[in-house]
């Protein structure tokens, strides 16, 4: 069945780098689309970017001086990297086969 | 960016009752709308697609109307699982936008 899988660090200094990791299953990345979207707690919810099946990438741009996608298929993995993290970069951020399944969503806290 | 105004922000209803929960688009978004339900502490679940579509294992009481550049969310004879924050997101064009989102309470 397909599964998506989020996984990285809790906390995050503020100014400091966040890297994330999607691994999926049930599916190819070469066959979807894999998308990131974040939730600030109690909040809605924003569309970050996305990694096409032929490995092409949007962001969005209130991001995208600060967001990168990439991805390697011989492991099934998404990875996004967003630097210079602020205190409102907190929230919960899923990975999603374009908009069907979802991950379970990682929490990331910015604070020192 | 696409704009997705949604409304009510909140409800408050009965079992039993029907609810309808809509999102208007800033501009034509051609069916490409998605209606999510999420409960605290879990990942938004897909109940419609492509505005009118039931997802495969969602009950028949979930339905999605279309007029315009309304998009409703239609829930028959409430249940109590059914509490939950409501979320439309268009899938038209990037950046992918979502409404802000509905708070249903029931009585």
């Known amino acids: 069945q397909v599964q998506l899988k989020e996984s990285g660090p809790g906390l995050v200094q503020p100014s400091q780098t966040l890297s994330l990791t999607c691994t999926v299953s049930g599916f190819s990345l070469t066959s979807y689309n894999v998308h990131w979207v974040r939730q600030p707690p109690g909040k809605g919810l924003e569309w970050m970017g996305r990694m096409r099946y032929n490995g092409d990438t949007s962001y969005n741009s209130a991001l995208k001086s600060r967001l990168s996608i990439s991805r390697d298929t011989s492991k099934n993995q998404v990875f996004l990297k967003m630097n210079s993290l602020q205190t409102d970069d907190t929230g919960t951020y899923y990975c999603t086969r374009d908009y069907d399944y979802w991950g379970q969503g990682v929490m990331v806290t910015v604070s020192s | 960016d696409i704009q997705m105004t949604q409304s009510p922000a909140s409800l408050s209803a009965s079992l039993g009752e029907t609810v309808t929960i809509e999102c208007l688009a800033s501009?034509?978004?051609?069916?490409?709308l998605a209606w999510y339900q999420q409960k605290p502490g879990k990942s938004p679940q897909l109940l419609i697609y492509?505005?009118?579509s039931l997802q495969d294992g969602v009950p028949s009481r979930f339905s999605g109307s279309e007029s315009g550049t309304q998009y409703s969310l239609e829930i028959n004879s409430l249940q109590s699982e059914d509490a939950a924050t409501y979320f439309c997101q268009q899938h038209h064009d990037y950046p992918w936008t979502f409404g802000g989102g509905t708070k249903l309470e029931l009585k």
């Open positions: 501009e034509d978004i051609y069916s490409n």
């Open positions: 492509d505005a009118s």
